[in-house]
């Protein structure tokens, strides 16, 4: 899908973004284009070539906001074994994966990421190290900037909905496990 002045985007590295312009400069002896986006105060000029290649998106359509709330809401389901406890290689992340998916911005990847921390954080109380506690808010923080946009509230708001969301996920999950043992 071609981006067009007024357009909100994404920027992997700034977040949400307002297309205002569009320019042409001469860059090494070339002209080129280059998109002007905003975020607040901040201009960024973004080569319309690079656009198209990824590093601007459109925010995350209905579609996929439906499906990232309606995941949000139902229980994590992870490999358990023979006793019905969760396997702790489940909970293991790769560093560079996990960064790439922060970088990226990928609401759903970010959904994964989040719910995977989330119930970590929860079935053993902490998370192990700074940098998952890190991953866990900066993830939770770029999800609920897009939500918030789309669901035309504050971010504060829209990060306390999805914590209660996977709360009541993990609830959910919980009772199924009770109910199993029955």
């Known amino acids: 899908m071609a981006f067009q002045i007024g357009d909100v ?72 074994d023979q006793h019905g406890d969760i396997l702790e290689e489940a909970y293991r992340l790769d560093a560079d994966q996990s960064n790439a998916i922060i970088k990226e911005r990928d609401p759903e990847k970010l959904c994964g990421l989040i719910r995977l921390l989330f119930n970590k954080m929860k079935d053993h109380q902490q998370l192990e190290d700074k940098a998952e506690q890190s991953l866990f808010s900066e993830a939770l923080s770029l ?21 209660q969301m996977l709360a009541e996920a993990r609830k959910k999950r919980k009772k199924e496990k009770a109910g199993s043992v029955d």
């Open 143 to 163: 999800l609920s900037e897009e939500l918030a946009y789309l669901e035309k509230t504050i971010k504060g708001r829209m990060t306390s909905q999805i914590k």
């Open 9 to 80: 985007v994404v920027k992997p590295s700034l977040g949400i973004c307002k297309i205002r312009a569009k320019t042409t400069l001469t860059v090494e002896g070339k002209q080129q284009e280059f998109f002007v986006i905003y975020s607040g105060d901040v201009r960024v000029l973004v080569p319309v070539e690079q656009a198209k290649k990824g590093t601007i998106r459109h925010v995350m359509s209905e579609k996929v906001q439906k499906k990232v709330l309606k995941d949000l809401q139902e229980p994590l389901r992870l490999p358990t």
